[in-house]
């Protein structure tokens, strides 16, 4: 016996050494779909997180997650609390070395407004985990903010915020256009280029609550470049620019010069300054009477 003793022990560190290469079980998979049906796969839920969009920050928060998210880009002020994180940058151009110091988990784009460079260099060269956040209606802002909680494992939080959305969404004005006609409206966001909104957003969705119609809704994309001689033969009533007093004072006059337009020639040419909306976070509910209010004042 004491002549074997020898083999015993080279077979039992084989043997140990044969289960150390063996792969030990991993923990469960978590496959989590974003609101593009894309399935992104973690091991636990995200606990450090970047949102590329000030709209994606808010509905974090909104879901629970505000305390996860390491960092966000300019314009990301809603709620309060987000005005505390980190910049790193906004949806054209980010600090790429900060990012990847900051190891997140996942990264939050807004699919529709990010550039495609960025979204090139986030999946295909930094290899990260990417999060798509995309919202075109009202009722979709809820939905997302459930996906979110999913992500960040906040669902109870993210699910009563969600119900709360809800409800006053259902509440909005819906406003019949029987026996009046509907207002057509230049939504302008910047001069030059000649920014607007497409279907692809929020703002037509909101349009259509005060009934009024998107000047550009037959426009598949989200924030199209417009040339000025179509928007002088769309001819809209009404012309809302998303700009501070100074700026719209400015576009205002340049406005003046075209009085063969309809909202010229009315004196409809408006400063909107709710910069909920054009965020397109859950508090963009919250600015759609408002803006139902404004547009009731123009004469039909």
């Not at 020898?6 to 779909?33: D, E, G, H, N």
């Not at 006059?253 to 309809?262: G, H, N």
């Not at 409809?268 to 004042?297: E, F, H, K, N, W």
Request: with cysteine.
């Amino acid at each position: 016996m004491i002549g074997r003793s020898p083999i015993l022990a080279v077979l039992l560190i084989v043997k140990m050494s044969l289960v150390a290469l063996v792969p030990t079980a991993t923990a469960q998979t978590i496959t989590i779909r974003d609101d593009t049906g894309a399935t992104l796969r973690l091991t636990t839920p995200a606990r450090r997180i970047v949102s590329l969009a000030p709209g994606a920050t808010e509905m974090l928060f909104a879901a629970g997650a505000g305390d996860r998210v390491l960092a966000t880009v300019t314009g990301a002020d809603a709620p309060e609390a987000a005005k505390k994180i980190e910049r790193i940058g906004d949806a054209n151009a980010l600090v790429f070395d900060r990012l990847i110091a900051l190891k997140p988990d996942a990264v939050v784009v807004w699919k529709d407004l990010t550039n495609e460079l960025v979204i090139d260099s986030l999946v295909n060269k930094l290899k990260l985990n990417v999060y798509y956040v995309s919202v075109r209606t009202l009722d979709d802002i809820p939905q997302s903010v459930r996906r979110l909680g999913v992500l960040a494992g906040t669902s109870t939080v993210a699910e009563q915020a969600a119900r709360s959305m809800e409800k006053k969404i259902a509440a909005l004005p819906k406003k019949s256009l029987a026996g009046r006609r509907s207002l057509d409206v230049f939504f302008m966001i910047w001069d030059v280029p000649l920014y607007t909104v497409g279907s692809r957003n929020v703002v037509s969705d909101a349009l259509r609550h005060c009934g009024a119609r998107n000047l550009y809704d037959d426009i598949d994309y989200p924030s199209p470049i417009v040339e000025f001689e179509d928007i002088k033969k769309r001819n809209p009533d009404v012309i809302l620019m998303t700009a501070p007093p100074i700026t719209a004072r400015d576009w205002r006059e340049r406005w003046a010069r075209f009085p063969s337009i309809k909202a010229v020639a009315n004196k409809q040419v408006l400063t909107y300054s709710d910069v909920r909306l054009t965020r397109m976070g859950p508090s963009a509910i919250d600015s759609v009477p408002g803006l139902c209010q404004q547009l009731d004042r123009v004469p039909r």
